[in-house]
């Protein structure tokens, strides 16, 4: 990161000593967010939004504090304010106390719903997933009982249903059905409950539920019930509220809406985590496990003008057996398989380094062949001589080799997919989340093409970075986005070019509750020719500008 | 802040990761015991950031181990405490809970209403004193502020109408509208199942194996903390990590493992750059002179720092 930010010129205003090495901190640096910071700071992060008000009554309109949240961030000291190490002073004795009841006194902040944003929301259990655990089992949910006559899919796996919704919170958030009810996933009724914007309750309501068909919600509430008869002689509780009025706490949802499979809590982590930060964060259809990958759903890119790129990604492969899996070695034929086309291809293929220049005769005589240079790019042409890996043309090979024409040259294995290994990511290297920036315009009914791609990785699970062929798997499932047709990309430099990759994902690792998040892109280095950029600016004009100024910064912490 | 909570406390684990949801508990296990964990829930407070964050308390196995050692805590499965608590939950307890609700709603209302009087109040105030101490433009500013503090007045009327969205919400006397709580714990609800007597061996919590190296670090007053994010196992604090900057990037290395120089060098370049010194931990077994199978084991630390000569 270094490397690209030190000399990106967007950034370089930020620096104003940018050969100094006495910078006591980089702007790009402090994330605040990295380390636990003093809560006495809190009101100065909050004091411009009436933290008076939204102490008691949190707004559900989020994004006004989002951005006014950004403007006031700088208030909280950046460093200085902690101690190098504790001394028996009593003054330190005090700031640690004071810190200690400031975060105290924010920890036990209630949530609470105020009349004009009170939004109530109703848990239906598990919408018929697919064998996701249901919490509160025994669950047996009649879908005429709750009211999805529609059957809708997309209400799959929702466990909360508002009635009457309000806000903005719920413009990027849950399904809404023919009746203006909005249905929300696990995630997203836990992140509102924890917001204080959502109040749940336990069952559906009272009226509602002579409706259903079989009686009472669960078998849980029969017990309930016949417990409650039992009872009414001691405690003369006429108006003893029932088991499904009662309001659902926070740690109620979240033992209720976490598990093992389907929403662990690092997935939740990550989730909340960006939603905090105005992000838009949606379920990526290979979410389950069980899901087939490479399920496309968006729209490619839309200055992508290959047909033959769309073509390969819609028309998925027929999944091979395992007994061909294992008996073939596919990477390596996959390699096979490329070398070929690229031998193929190679002859009538333009671009290729040693066509350009006809008097280069690399395999007999000097690389560079005698004769009248007028620059140096054609010198420098002609000392390409190693085939690279063009990102772009990877889907042509990919569709072109299950091509039912088979010639018999082609061994006969042609006709089965040259990869299968590449087209089903394996958990937990595959994308949860597609992710929309706070910019992005997002519509629930048309979703458009995600910002990121992301995959969350619990650390403790799998301690290792994915090995190639898992990277692999998952970059190949990934929208391809050409940085030399990007509109800002083409103009800029080509190290940006290469810095933004044609293919990336974005892992996010979370470490008990503390989430990284790691961006991997793959780029196409031999397609950026440097040596063409740097004639037109005369060579060495970066040269005097001291590459390893700065690094090695101290974080201080 | 000093309320300390009963002993042992409930942690609850959810879908394999320990949680903690009651403030009083993660106030006293920071004070006391140097327990810090993670809090990863949004503050309702400011819902819209990511560096103060709010309940619930993500604690680490290594975290919990210990506590269950030191008969601090022990561990409820919370999807089933609340299952069966639920199910069992007798009218009284609900009543209760309704009850408690209730009156922290009204509580909330009412100091909501008291800051917002006591704000108009002070802005009136100002206004006053501000008019009389321009005598000049009094008569002319007069009608004015008689203009603002009615159409003051007006709004504070229309916020506090009695648009009650739910049936839980009691009309009372009063003229104030109980706000909705949702609790952060289920504690007053649910009746967490008793501590088991004791634990055996096998039921405790299950931790990596860099464990004795996180109990020597904890045992010696410092507060070791989730570190992968800076390159390391454990980010060792000298002391609470709200005050002070931590020391050490800590690794776990086993006593007879072989050490990738690289490693070593790669770690002390990564503790350097962030001004920490790099630390790797071990097991060392020392047999017994007399009896063969009996050893002492301890834990031994080193740090490595980038040496400029």
């Known amino acids: 990161m270094a490397e690209f930010d030190e000399d990106d010129p967007s950034l370089a205003h930020s620096s104003p000593y940018p050969n100094s090495h006495s910078i006591p901190s980089h702007p790009i640096d402090v994330d605040l967010s990295e380390e636990t910071q003093d809560f006495r700071f809190l009101s100065a992060l909050t004091s411009n939004t009436a933290l008076a008000n939204s102490a008691t009554t949190p707004s559900v309109a989020s994004d006004a504090i989002a951005t006014s949240i950004a403007s006031t961030e700088t208030v909280i000291p950046k460093r200085g304010t902690k101690d190098f190490e504790p001394n028996p002073t009593r003054s330190q004795q005090n700031a640690l106390r004071a810190s200690r009841q400031a975060m105290h006194d924010v920890l036990s902040g209630e949530r609470v719903h105020g009349s004009k944003n009170w939004v109530v929301g109703y ?102 019930s016949a417990k409650r008869d039992d009872k009414y002689d001691d405690d003369d509780d006429d108006d003893a509220p029932a088991f499904s009025d009662l309001p659902m706490s926070l740690q109620g ?46 729209q490619e890119d839309k200055a992508e003008d290959h047909s033959t790129t769309t073509h390969a990604r819609t028309v998925s492969p027929p999944p091979a057996s395992t007994s061909q899996q294992s008996f073939f070695n596919w990477p390596s034929l996959r390699t096979f398989i490329t070398s070929v086309f690229q031998l193929l291809f190679r002859w009538k293929s333009p671009s290729k380094p040693y066509h350009r220049h006809p008097n280069s005769c690399p395999s007999l005589g000097p690389l560079v062949a005698p004769g009248l240079y007028r620059s140096y790019t054609d010198i420098y042409r002609a000392l390409a001589l190693i085939p690279f890996h063009n990102p772009t043309s990877k889907p042509q090979h990919a569709h072109t080799a299950p091509a039912p024409t088979s010639s018999p040259e082609r061994p006969s294995i042609q006709p089965q997919p040259p990869n299968p290994s590449m087209t089903s990511t394996t958990p937990p290297f595959r994308i949860s989340y597609h992710v929309y920036k706070p910019t992005t315009p997002y519509r629930k009914t048309s ?79 031999g397609r950026e020719k440097i040596y063409e950029g740097k004639v037109g600016r005369g060579g060495g004009k970066r040269s005097g500008r001291g590459r390893g100024a700065g690094r090695g910064r101290g974080r201080g912490r | 802040m000093d309320a300390n909570p009963d002993l042992p406390i409930p942690v609850s684990l959810i879908a394999g990761r320990y949680l903690l949801f009651a403030v009083d508990a993660v106030t006293y296990l920071r004070r006391e015991h140097h327990i810090c964990g993670v809090t990863i829930g949004t503050l309702p407070q400011a819902p819209q950031q990511n560096v103060f964050l709010g309940l619930p308390l993500e604690l680490m196995p290594e975290e919990v181990r210990l506590l269950v050692e030191k008969g601090l805590a022990y561990v409820i499965d919370d999807a089933m405490a609340h299952q069966h608590g639920l199910a069992n939950a007798s009218a009284r307890k609900r009543v209760h809970y309704v009850k408690h609700l209730r009156d922290k709603g009204r509580q909330a209302a009412i100091s909501q209403t008291g800051a917002k009087e006591h704000s108009r109040a002070l802005a009136l105030s100002k206004a006053r004193s501000k008019a009389l101490k321009a005598p000049t433009i009094r008569a002319a500013s007069h009608d004015e502020s008689e203009d603002t503090n009615l159409t003051d007045t007006a709004e504070q009327d229309s916020l506090f109408g009695p648009s009650t969205p739910s049936g839980l919400a009691s009309s009372d006397s009063l003229s104030i509208t109980t706000f909705g709580v949702t609790p952060a714990s289920s504690a007053s609800l649910l009746t967490p199942p008793p501590p088991p007597p004791a634990y055996a061996e096998a039921s405790l919590p299950a931790v990596p194996e860099s464990y004795p190296m996180f109990k020597h670090l904890h045992s010696n007053g410092y507060f070791p903390s989730p570190g992968l994010r800076f390159g390391c196992q454990y980010m060792v604090y000298p002391g609470d990590p709200l005050r002070f900057h931590s020391h050490f990037l800590a690794s776990y290395v086993g006593w007879h493992q072989e050490l990738d120089l690289m490693d070593l060098v790669g770690g002390g370049r990564l503790g350097t750059g962030v001004k920490k010194g790099y630390l790797i931990g071990g097991v060392e077994k020392k047999k017994n002179q007399d009896n063969a199978d009996m050893g002492t084991e301890r834990v031994r630390t080193f740090s490595i720092e980038w040496a400029s000569m």
Not at chain 1, 465 to 473: A, F, Q
Request: hydrophobic letters at 35%.
């Open chain 1, 447 to 525: 979703p458009p093409a995600p910002d990121f791609h992301l995959a969350v990785i619990d650390a403790h699970a799998h301690p290792t970075i994915p090995n190639l062929t898992e990277l692999g798997t998952l970059l190949e499932e990934m929208p391809l986005h050409d940085p030399r047709k990007d509109e800002k990309l083409k103009k800029g430099r080509a190290e940006m070019r290469l810095k933004a990759g044609t293919r990336s994902v974005v892992l996010a690792v979370v470490d008990n509750g503390v989430v990284s998040f790691l961006r991997l892109a793959e780029m196409g280095s």
């Open chain 1, 253 to 298: 949802a979240y033992a209720t809406f976490i598990s093992d499979k389907d929403l662990t809590l690092a997935r939740y982590t990550v989730f909340a985590g960006l939603r905090r930060l105005g992000y838009t964060v949606i379920r990526a259809p290979t979410w389950h496990d069980s899901c087939p990958s490479s399920s496309q759903t968006w």
């Open chain 1, 123 to 224: 848990f239906v259990g598990s919408m018929g997933g697919e064998g996701e655990s249901e919490p509160l089992g025994g669950r047996d949910r009649r879908e005429e009982g709750i009211g999805l006559q529609d059957r809708d899919k997309r209400l799959r796996g929702c466990v909360v249903r508002i009635d009457q919704p309000r806000g903005s919170t719920f413009r990027t958030m849950g399904v809404s059905d023919r009746e203006n009810r909005i249905w929300l996933l696990p995630e997203e009724a836990l992140y509102c409950i924890e917001r204080g914007s959502l109040d749940i309750r336990w069952g559906l309501p009272e009226a509602e539920k002579d409706d259903v068909k079989g009686g009472p919600v669960t078998g849980g509430n029969d017990e309930g």
